[in-house]
């Protein structure tokens, strides 16, 4: 819907009787639910990490940026069928990197922008931002170039 349809939307609810200052548009039907922004985010995180966690995600690492506190931040990408680049935000956490660097050497792996990768991670809400990211939880040695 673009803006100019909205425009419509509005005009025919100024028509509406007008009972609670809204033009009736927020009028919440009896029985249904609302949530609050935080209720939601929280219900959205469930919903993506009972469905999604420990998904296999492939794709090119981009962006990659090691942090001074130990953590590391970077986009898997790829293009889409209409040629649009698609990102996934990823967070690589000190903690994770401990367990996984030993791992990465056997296989003589150094994770760096350009590098074809298959990842398990688990999704992330971050609510003060309303963001979407994952969160790696390991890496295929053999599917990563």
Known sequence: MCAADLD??????????????????????????????????????????????????????????????????????????????????????RGKQAQLTPKLARHGLVLADGLQVRLRCTPNIYKVRGSFSVSLDDIDPRHSL
């Open 8 to 93: 419509d939307v509005w005009e025919d609810d100024e028509d509406d009787d007008d009972v609670d200052g809204h033009g009736g548009a927020y009028d919440e039907p009896e029985g249904e639910l609302t949530y609050s922004v935080t209720e939601y985010l929280d219900e959205v995180q469930g919903v993506l990490t009972r469905e999604l966690r420990g998904a296999w995600v492939q794709g090119e690492i981009a962006d990659f940026k090691p942090t001074r506190s130990g953590h590391t931040y970077f986009s898997l990408i790829e293009e889409d069928d209409e040629g649009r680049r698609c990102v996934l935000n990823v967070n690589y956490w």
